[in-house]
């Protein structure tokens, strides 16, 4: 879960980041899939309908039983990959659309999420998964807690490294 889901979110938004620069891939451009991709700009305006996708897909996989089911079935694990992956296609260019108060209120619930979980994880007091011990449990929990500092940390970077170098706006302007 701490590996495994973000590698195969990451994997979906280079893809989509390589593909969107690529010039000599025309092929690829002409393919149904990704022209289902980009028919996805037209319901996700302001980056909303990506975004919470994003939100509900990983909640979803952050379920104990969910993570047991996939490991039981198979079909469960490659609608798992599928679907983490083809939401990495569409994430990047949803956090381009969105402006930067709607991208914080979803990193904030999105950590908030994260830090609950894996307190819960920790501070449980029997196995919430049949199929982990309990210290990979309260390792996975320590992990979602870390994820759910390091994110906001990595976003405030990234923005005010932009705000420096004057390619965005500060939030608060004096007048």
Known sequence: MLVQIP???????????????????????????????????AYDEHGLTGMLATTLLIAYWMIPKT???????????????????????????????????????????????????GMLYQEAPQRLCNYYLLDDQAFTGTGLVTWSIILPLLWCWRYFVAVRDGDAAPFFTQD
């Open 7 to 41: 590698a195969i979110l990451s994997a979906g938004c280079l893809t989509a980041l390589a593909v969107a620069n690529c010039t000599n891939c025309t092929a690829l451009h002409r393919n149904p899939a990704w022209a289902l991709v980009k028919r996805w700009r």
């Open 67 to 117: 993570l047991e089911h996939a490991l039981v079935s198979p079909t469960e694990e490659f609608l798992k990959f599928v679907l983490i992956f083809i939401n990495g296609l569409i994430l990047p260019a949803s956090l381009s659309r969105a402006n930067k108060v709607i991208q914080l209120f979803f990193l904030g619930n999105f950590a908030g999420m994260m830090a609950i979980v």
